[in-house]
């Protein structure tokens, strides 16, 4: 499968990208994502992130935009958000799609941490967008899934046996590389 790297954001032009977090973003790498206390402070501010693009916008007829909003902190630091689109005949789509596709526009690809909330609801995401963001950067499966308050699982734990993953991937993700 012939697939091309994305060029890689050089740091020039971070557009509409939000640095939200910092201190507690350095915090949060140099102790390692399973650091409750560092993950806790991750988890509130993109959760805090998500909802503040969350809220429903009515479209024509039944149809509207925005009853869930996504929020994506990179492994740079950025936050990225995005709304989903709920139209007939399939034609909508979830705001981790949305947020993913602001975070590809800035040249960004590897996920840190995601969170969909529904107003007080946080949504785990459904088995598409899971897929989704396996295949935008394999290194995403170690991503943090943000799925309740205090709890957050990797995407690896939600999609056992990828199928695109090789034993080569497995390894290196387990330490015996
Ligand atoms: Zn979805």
Known sequence: MNRQPIQENRGEDRGGAVRLFGASYAFYQICGSRSVVAMNNVAS??????????????????????SVGAAILTDKGNVYTGVCIDLACGLGFCAEVAAVAEMLKHRERRIAAIVAVAGDKILSPCGRCREMIAQVDARNLDCDVIV???????????????WLTDARDTEESEGRA
């Not at 501010?45 to 925005?66: H, K, M, N, T």
């Not at 309740?148 to 990828?162: C, M, Q, Y």
């Open 148 to 162: 309740g308050k205090e709890r957050t699982v990797s995407l690896r734990a939600l999609l056992p046996d990828h």
């Open 45 to 66: 501010q993109l959760i805090e992130a998500a909802r503040a693009v969350c809220g429903e916008f009515p479209l024509r007829d039944d149809f509207s935009a925005g």
